[in-house]
């Protein structure tokens, strides 16, 4: 017998009796409707949400989540102006990017446990205004050590977006539902960095390398006045307090605790490393070994965005079927044979093609492999979704910032080639691969719950 003595809403015939669903970690609700034998039970608030409302809720978090990779990525193609117009080196100009993205990676680290800790929107807002003013402070820049200074600060003021966002859609999402949204905005995540290039090359022919900066301002200050009107507070105040992840530590330690969430940290990790290893170098490949104009080298961009694509579209249905750990089983595999290909092509000397081809499938591998480590480090951690979300960011992105401009290093005297780009790309993605069957192990892995 259903306990009704604390349900706020006296049922009526066409009023929905609403009784907490105190099992759930999401605070989901069940909403049994005037006929309680045949109206659907939601366990999760988000089944509840309209379709329409809910489209719109993933365009504005999917558009929060681009701003990151937008940030970061939008000023590649200007690298040999940058390189020429500050009299500087291209190693130099690749410290540029480094900074963004430990500003990035250090901003969800204190994002995503202040969205536990005080609710969504307050750390999102505030953060967002940063990358605003930062941006504009970035276009106006005099020296090279200005714009390192304003570009890390733009890379801490988009870091709400991605965190919040994912932890948004975990407050509201759970199970298969989750596998689905997520993979939207890992869709976002995988696609934003492989067009922004694309898009900053087309800014490039109407508007100086400052007017990136200036684009990125307005961006920015459309997600904010968007936040504020239309995005609201996900997170309850009762679910902030909860036994156990009351405090910053409590959570990381729920959070690190867990051998799976490692090892899928990890292997997120390594595959973003390796793919900003490839974005790092490629302006400097594409356009100065292969003579791409900034159009052309845009154009391949797009290109490679059709892997990412197909391979987010395909892993969002194979990861609800089979679950994610085999999907990335066969995913990391992908990355390293890839990768491999690349060198033993440009070894032989069979050219762009040799090297075009072979990148495309790693970057439909990492399409496979981005929502995966998402949501096998969500869905284990429903009440301490902004700080798993956060770690998960800041070692993407931080990781990755470290590691990319080894391919500059590596190339300092030969220049780069595809065999030194591809080199950074294989440690990455073999490390990736043995995280997966050492750490994370898939056949001690739960299947996703409905």
Same mark, same amino acid.
């Given at each position: ?10 049922? &009526? ?18 909403? /049994?409707?005037?006929? %309680? ?12 949400? %309209?379709?329409? *409302? ?34 500087? &080196? ?7 990017? &480094? ?14 446990? @202040? ?28 020296? /090279? ?83 504020? /009107?239309?995005? !609201? ?9 909860? *036994? ?79 679950? %994610? ?24 000397? @069979? ?19 981005? !929502? ?10 429903? *009440? ?21 401009? @080894? ?34 192990? %898939?056949? &001690?892995?739960?299947?996703?719950? !409905?």
């Amino acid at each position: 017998m259903l306990d009704t003595a604390s349900i706020p809403v006296v049922p &009526t015939e066409t009023s929905p009796i609403r009784i907490p669903h105190r099992g759930s970690p999401t605070g989901a609700i069940r909403t /049994l409707g005037s006929n %309680p034998a045949t109206a659907p039970i939601v366990l999760h608030p988000g089944d509840a949400i %309209p379709t329409r *409302k809910r489209v719109l809720y993933i365009i504005l978090l999917g558009a929060l989540t681009a701003l990151g990779p937008f940030t970061i990525d939008l000023y590649l193609p200007a690298f040999p102006v940058l390189e020429s117009d500050f009299n500087t &080196t291209a190693a130099a100009i690749q410290l540029t990017l &480094t900074g963004t993205m430990i500003g990035f990676a250090v901003g969800q680290l204190i994002v995503g446990p @202040l969205s536990d800790k005080v609710g969504r929107r307050i750390p999102l807002i505030s953060v967002t205004a940063l990358h605003v003013l930062a941006s504009t402070a970035a276009a106006f820049a005099p020296t /090279l050590e200005m714009l390192m200074v304003t570009r890390v600060l733009m890379g801490a003021g988009a870091a709400a977006g991605g965190v919040v966002a994912a932890a948004i859609v975990r407050d509201l999402f759970g199970g298969r539902r989750l596998v689905v949204m997520l993979s939207r905005l890992a869709l976002v995540s995988g696609v934003a960095p492989v067009l922004a290039p694309l898009l900053g090359s087309a800014l490039l022919l109407v508007m100086p390398w400052r007017g990136i900066f200036l684009a990125l301002a307005v961006y920015g200050a459309i997600m904010l006045v968007s936040t504020v /009107l239309l995005i !609201p507070e996900t997170l309850p105040r009762a679910r902030r307090t909860e *036994k156990g992840t009351t405090t910053v530590w409590q959570r990381y330690r729920s959070v690190l605790s867990d051998r799976v969430f490692i090892g899928v940290l990890i292997i997120g990790g390594m595959t973003f490393s390796g793919l900003f290893s490839y974005l790092s170098a490629s302006s400097f490949l594409f356009q100065q070994t292969y003579e791409f104009s900034p159009q052309v080298y845009g154009m391949l961009f797009a290109a490679n965005s059709l892997g990412v694509v197909l391979g987010v579209q395909a892993a969002s249905r194979l990861a609800a079927r089979y679950g %994610p750990q085999w999907v990335m089983a066969f995913s990391t595999g992908v990355l390293v044979a890839a990768s491999v290909t690349i060198i033993v092509t440009d070894q032989l000397g @069979l050219g762009l093609w040799g090297t075009v081809i072979p990148l495309f499938f790693f970057m439909t591998a990492c399409g496979f492999t981005f !929502p995966c480590v998402q949501v096998l480090a969500l869905d284990r951690h429903g *009440k301490a979704a902004g700080t798993a979300q956060s770690i998960v960011g800041a070692t993407n992105f931080g990781v990755a910032g470290l590691i990319s401009p @080894l391919v500059g290093w590596i190339a300092r005297d030969a220049g780069i080639t595809a065999t030194t780009m591809a080199s950074v790309m294989v440690g990455c993605s073999v490390i990736g691969l043995l995280s997966l069957w050492l750490v994370v192990r %898939p056949k &001690t892995v739960e299947r996703l719950a !409905p």
